[in-house]
């Protein structure tokens, strides 16, 4: 793994080349007219999606190329802005930073000959950006239409990674199992024919995990992620394993299989390093949360000790939570309701526990 020491310094010194530029000043750049250099973004935007799987902390190194390159050489049809909105969301915590980087990304595409880059900054946009700022709701129709452009242009790799995301983001948004199941499985026909392998596998975790909650299937939807975890394990494929984690939780969560829950999420670790910037790791961060609350409060007073762990492990939890409400993060406000309602029932305070709850 790459040491946070290396990375906060490379962050410093591109920090220091953007000299607070707006998305229109970015977007305002020269077009890059140096084909060695062109050549070497689009070696590197292929190598961050590769590392992206196996090596999460190779990734900032490799967007701080992208962008040094853009800015003293010019920009081309590249996701340089947009992976750094990215990385500026999630691990750096500045939302809305990461968004008019987003938005520079966007405005960079109506140069002319930059479509081939539409449906790569459509999915890093609407994926990993706006989602901290902005309704999760809002990111439907530029995933879908990401989706198209990406068939259109021949970027079949993008067109499925937007197919991807908006899957999880019609589950996470409360869309019917019913209906969900429904159009995954015909995304999984579609996924198929184009040989993305990729994006099928992601797809089938979330299928199994929609029919397992409706009590489609179960024992074979078991099977089949202890599959995923099994695969991930000798591949090295730290998102797939990630992905898996989290689709269990929702499983254990909702069934109230609080045991299997707190195993799970002692074991994953920190899901979040290998789904960065996504809203999965997002949801994953309440169902920790209330994961650790709910044991917590079942835990028998012979078990003190493991009581204060479990407690301090959901305050730390939440901790983030608040940390993304204060920024702006519309979407985990509810989710605050809830956590701080059940941390109230932990502490005994009932009626401040309903109020939450109301």
């Known amino acids: 793994p790459m040491s946070k020491f290396t990375i906060i310094r490379e962050y410093i010194r591109v920090n220091r080349l953007l000299k607070n530029k707006s998305a229109e000043d970015i977007a305002n750049l020269p077009v890059l007219d140096d084909e060695r250099f062109d050549m070497g973004n689009r070696m590197n935007e292929h190598l ?3 590392v992206y799987l196996v090596e999460p902390t190779m990734l900032p190194l490799i967007i701080f190329q992208l962008i040094t390159t853009s800015l003293k050489h010019g920009v081309n049809a590249s ?8 990385l500026l969301c999630g691990p750096f915590d500045k939302p809305h930073q990461g968004c ?15 479509r081939s880059a539409a449906s790569y900054t459509a999915f890093i946009t609407q994926s990993y950006c706006y989602h901290w700022v902005s309704p999760l709701q809002n990111t439907m129709a530029p995933l879908l239409k990401g989706y198209q452009v990406g068939l259109e242009i021949g970027d079949t790799d993008r067109a499925c990674y937007c197919l991807i995301s908006r899957g999880y983001h019609l589950f996470y948004i409360g869309r019917g199992l019913d ?6 499985e015909a995304s999984i026909q579609v996924v198929t024919q184009l040989k993305q392998d990729i994006a099928r596998l992601r797809i089938i975790i979330l299928l199994t995990t929609a029919k397992k909650l409706r009590g489609i299937d179960v024992e074979a939807g078991d099977k089949i992620l202890d599959s995923m975890l099994a695969t991930a394990a ?3 494929d730290v998102n797939l394993s990630a992905y898996a984690n989290s689709m269990n939780l929702e499983v254990f969560v909702f069934f109230q299989q609080w045991k299997e829950a707190v195993e799970l999420v002692e074991k994953a670790g920190d899901v979040r390093l290998f789904i960065v910037s996504t809203y999965t790791a997002t949801r994953y961060t ?7 609350l709910k044991a917590a409060q079942l835990s028998s ?14 305050q730390k939890t939440i901790h983030l939570i608040q940390g993304w409400a204060k920024n702006g993060n519309v979407n985990v406000v509810h989710y605050l309701f809830i956590l701080e309602a059940e941390l109230a029932v932990l502490s005994g305070k009932n009626n401040k526990a309903k109020e939450g709850f109301n």
């Open 100 to 114: 008019e980087m987003a938005k520079a990304a966007e405005l960079i595409l109506e140069k002319p000959g930059m």
């Open 286 to 292: 309440l169902l920790e949360a209330l994961t650790y």
């Open 179 to 184: 209906s969900i199941q429904n159009e995954l």
């Open 234 to 236: 000798s591949t090295g």
């Open 48 to 50: 961050a999606a590769c």
């Open 301 to 314: 007073g012979r078990r003190k000790k493991e009581k204060r762990h479990l407690r301090k492990c959901a």
């Open 79 to 86: 996701s340089a802005f947009a992976s750094l909105g990215l």
